[in-house]
């Protein structure tokens, strides 16, 4: 399966202040995704970041608060804005290469926020 | 609504038998996933069923019924490293998935 490298794999914010997380693939995949995870709880999904165009937000996500890159097929970019203890938590990239085909994860972030 | 239940932890000992078991509802199906995820880890993935029946793979098995809307996921021979997390997925009919809150699986001596 492809390799994903996800950084900054940790961080200690200020509240108000904004972090980019990157997700890099060593190849090419249709389907890139962002999920977050608060501790002891499943996986929530942010958004789904398509190539080209803007990203697809679940319900309770918006992009001002959460803008989204996708600018290839091997990388994307989410950016965690005026950050508030709320924030706190794990961010997790996942790709998929077809609509039945597993998604597999980075390593993600954890981000807290002071 | 769409909704994924299993249960929220389970013991089980060392050389023993465990199933986790998944009941779900979702608007469509398309498949049901079954992940690991070690504390402190990114969740990797275990098994796909999308037909009813068994799944095996080495010591972890995955059964599925689409009428019942059940899945299971079946560890033999438990290791400690088998503690872990264990979520179920399925994959609605916009191919999203719908994830569980998963199983939190101890494994004892």
């Known amino acids: 399966s492809a390799v994903i490298s996800q950084k900054p794999s940790r961080d200690i914010c200020q509240r108000g202040t904004s972090l980019t997380i990157q997700c890099q693939v060593d190849?090419?995949?249709?389907?890139m995704f962002w999920y977050r995870q608060q501790p002891g709880q499943s996986l929530t999904l942010i958004a789904t970041a398509n190539q080209g165009s803007e990203a697809t937000y679940e319900s309770g996500f918006v992009i001002d608060k959460f803008p989204i890159s996708r600018p290839n097929l091997t990388f994307s970019t989410l950016t965690v804005s005026n950050m508030s203890p709320e924030d706190s938590s794990i961010y997790l990239c996942s790709v998929g290469t077809g609509e039945s085909q597993p998604q597999h994860f980075g390593d993600g972030t954890r981000l807290s926020i002071l | 609504g769409q909704n994924i239940d299993q249960p929220t932890e389970m013991t089980a000992t060392e050389g023993a038998i465990v199933q986790i078991n998944c009941t779900y509802q979702t608007s469509g199906f398309n498949g049901l996933f079954w992940y690991q995820q070690h504390a402190g880890e990114a969740p990797t993935f275990l098994s796909y069923?999308?037909l009813d029946g068994l799944e095996e793979k080495g010591r972890f098995s995955s059964f599925l019924s689409r009428s019942k809307g059940y899945s299971y996921l079946l560890l033999k021979e438990l290791q400690m490293k088998d503690s872990a997390s264990y979520l179920c997925?399925?994959?609605?009919?916009?191919?999203?998935?719908?994830w569980g809150a998963g199983t939190k699986l101890i494994i004892k001596p």
């Open positions: 069923n999308v």
């Open positions: 190849s090419q995949v249709t389907m």
């Open positions: 997925a399925s994959l609605d009919s916009n191919y999203q998935l719908i």
